[in-house]
């Protein structure tokens, strides 16, 4: 029996399927199934010498978990090898994940560039939280590419957005906005969240960092939060490692083994789930109550030409528009019976919400218009059940 954890043996060659169930695991001597959770703070030195040399080359072994983790190490290669990225590290939610990767690349003095529609707390660290260390930001609308051409400046560092936004499901051209960003010497930061690594590959289309709230489709099951930052092996050494291990957004290894073994039924999960979106899409648009159906994977979408284009599906999230404005929107989601009202994602439960009283309740009715959520807007996430008993419960509901 050791204590020593050895390394599997990894195929390059695996598809996502394979390496999603297999990459990334340390087994312990006892040669365990399932990964094991290691809940420890800290790990032991056989000798001083042994203690010296790994403080001075963090090599050869674990120093203190707010570093790095055994079952957080996992769930890091798993998610590296899924989305092809050089290096990567798990922190606390999908907002560490998102501050960290943008905190740790600027200084005062540099530029931030921001597509408008972003989740609340995202607009708040670049709206809010980057001015006041003296990061200058500007926020433009993402679909855009004009707008982020005209502000982009050179000593604009990142430009960052989502794609698809929540919850309008507008889409920004990765793969432009990098063009444009590399032209200055800026990295591009994707918040890939929506899409799910499994339909959108952001490093594929020339974006530098990929940031996930794992707490959304890679947990799945509505349990732990989570996040992680995907990026090149440089970009970790020289930025974003040091800021982790000093500042401590660890992710709790409890947490990184659900999302670990989360990670193995995620191809499953979002095929199922964008399989049931894309029925329950098709079944809104021929409501009589409905006055529009925003789907990223629907024939008649706005941008259908660009998410063919960066996306290898529609995602699970289904926006619509009730007609009879916020009274009716109300009466909609009390009626619902199965889906339920939450502000959560990607689960196996289906979730809806109404972004403009809740989510973006913050942001005022202009800067809703200017987002084009309006009161009559519901944000719908699908899920596991049979999507015929889903579009049964809203067809009940408008009735
Ligand atoms: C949920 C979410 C976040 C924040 O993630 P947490 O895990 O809740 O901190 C960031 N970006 C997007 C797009 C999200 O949906």
Avoid at 63 to 82: C, D, G, K
Avoid at 204 to 219: F, L, N, R
Wanted: glycine letters at 8%; hydrophobic letters at 40%; proline letters at 4%.
């Amino acid at each position: 029996m050791t204590s020593d954890t050895t390394k599997q043996y990894i195929d390059p060659a695996w598809r996502p399927e394979t390496a999603l169930v297999h990459g990334g695991s340390l087994r312990s001597g006892f040669g365990e199934m399932s990964e094991a959770m290691f809940l420890t703070q800290g790990y032991q030195y056989n000798a001083a010498e042994e203690a010296e040399e790994r403080f001075k080359t963090e090599a050869g072994g674990f120093i203190y978990s707010r570093y790095a983790n055994p079952t957080v190490a996992m769930f890091e290669e798993r998610m590296r090898l899924l989305e092809g990225a050089e290096d990567a590290r798990g922190v606390a939610s999908g907002m560490a994940a998102v501050s960290a990767s943008i905190l740790s690349y600027v200084k005062a003095g540099d530029h931030v560039v921001a597509a408008r529609a972003l989740f609340g707390s995202c607009r708040y660290v670049v709206e809010d939280l980057c001015p006041k260390f003296g990061i200058e930001s500007t926020l433009v609308h993402g679909p855009d590419i004009e707008a982020w051409k005209a502000a982009i400046k050179p000593n604009t560092k990142v430009c960052f957005f989502e794609t698809p936004a929540n919850p309008t499901l507008d889409l920004v051209d990765i793969q432009a906005v990098a063009d444009l960003a590399h032209e200055v010497g800026a990295i591009v930061i994707v918040d890939n969240v929506f899409a799910t690594p499994m339909l959108q590959r952001p490093l594929a289309h020339d974006a530098d960092v990929v940031v996930y709230s794992a707490t959304k489709h890679i947990d799945g099951q509505g349990r732990c939060l989570g996040g992680i930052v995907l990026g090149s092996q440089a970009y970790v050494k020289d930025h974003l490692h040091n800021y982790l291990k000093h500042t401590g957004p660890s992710l709790s290894p409890f947490n990184a083994w659900v999302m670990l073994k989360g990670l193995e039924t995620l191809p499953v999960r979002v095929r199922q789930q964008c399989e049931n979106a894309s029925e329950i899409a098709r079944r809104l648009a021929g409501l009589d109550e409905v006055e529009r159906v925003i789907y990223c994977g629907a024939p008649d979408y706005e941008q259908a030409e660009l998410a063919a284009r960066q996306m290898s599906g529609g995602g699970q999230v289904v926006t619509f528009e009730i007609k009879g404005g916020k009274a009716a929107a109300f009466k909609f989601l009390n009626r619902l019976r199965l889906i339920k009202m939450s502000n959560n994602l990607g689960d196996a439960k289906s979730l809806i919400t109404h972004p403009a009283t809740t989510t973006h309740q913050r942001l005022g009715p202009d800067e809703r218009a200017l987002l084009g959520i309006t009161d009559s807007m519901v944000r719908l996430s699908v899920g596991l059940e049979a999507a015929v008993d889903l579009g049964n419960d809203i067809e009940g509901a408008l009735d």
